[in-house]
């Protein structure tokens, strides 16, 4: 059964960092491509990276681009996500998301880790 | 940028058939826009039931399908259930990654 666990949520100052990070199991992590998708309080998902299987292809949604960086540990089968210069926009549900390979879509989702960004 | 859209609401009838659009605000759907469907019901993660267009992710029961109408893609659902009322997005890759669209809230009434 596939399972992804994310984890590193909470309540971050405006201008800080936070790190997530996502457990993955019941699958072979080194095998796909992953992504973090995000979903503002009473909005649409929203698309925020994406990291090629072996971690060397990297994409981001312009809304990140320059403050995040997404890594994994195949070793662990871990994906993270850093964010800095965190905003107020920033507050959403953050998705560890498995990749369909070769579909270009989204396969299975995690549950989410909260981000709330605030004074 | 990039601007999927969708109806923001639609009503169906239980047992009537109902089709949601995605569409671009500039330019048309094609199968090269990879299009998918997801579902989502409150406070839960969405879960995948089209992708490639047309293919239903496995568990999805055969109501549910996908397809090219003209310029937009479309998810069809034949007979609808009660429980089919939630939020639908479809989700396009554009080359540089992937835009949601703004969702459906599908009422079933």
């Known amino acids: 059964e596939v399972q992804l666990v994310e984890s590193g949520g909470g309540l971050v100052q405006p201008g800080g960092s936070l790190r997530l990070s996502c457990s993955a199991s019941g699958f072979t992590f080194k095998d796909h491509f992953m992504h973090w998708v995000r979903q503002a309080p009473g909005k649409g998902p929203e698309y925020i990276s994406t990291?090629?299987?072996?971690?060397?292809?990297?994409f981001y949604a312009d809304s990140v681009k320059g403050r995040s960086t997404i890594f994994r540990d195949n070793s662990k089968n871990m994906l993270s996500l850093q964010v800095s210069s965190l905003r107020a926009e920033d507050t959403a549900v953050y998705y560890c998301?498995?990749?369909?390979?070769?579909?270009?879509?989204?396969?299975?989702w995690g549950q989410g880790t909260l981000v709330i960004v605030s004074s | 940028q990039t601007v999927v859209t969708q109806e923001p609401s639609f009503s169906v009838s239980p047992g009537g058939t109902v089709t949601l659009t995605c569409g671009l605000s500039s330019g048309s759907v094609s199968t090269n826009s990879h299009p998918s469907w997801y579902q989502q019901t409150p406070g839960q993660a969405p879960r995948t039931l089209i992708y490639s267009t047309n293919t239903r992710s496995s568990g999805v029961p055969d109501r549910f399908s996908g397809s090219i109408l003209g310029s937009k893609a479309a998810l069809t659902i034949t007979g609808a259930q009660a429980d089919d009322e939630c939020d639908y997005y479809c989700v396009l890759f554009v080359g540089s990654g992937w835009v949601f669209g703004g969702g459906t809230k599908l009422t079933v009434l």
């Open positions: 990291i090629g299987s072996n971690g060397e292809t990297t």
């Open positions: 998301v498995k990749d369909r390979s070769g579909t270009w879509s989204f396969d299975f």
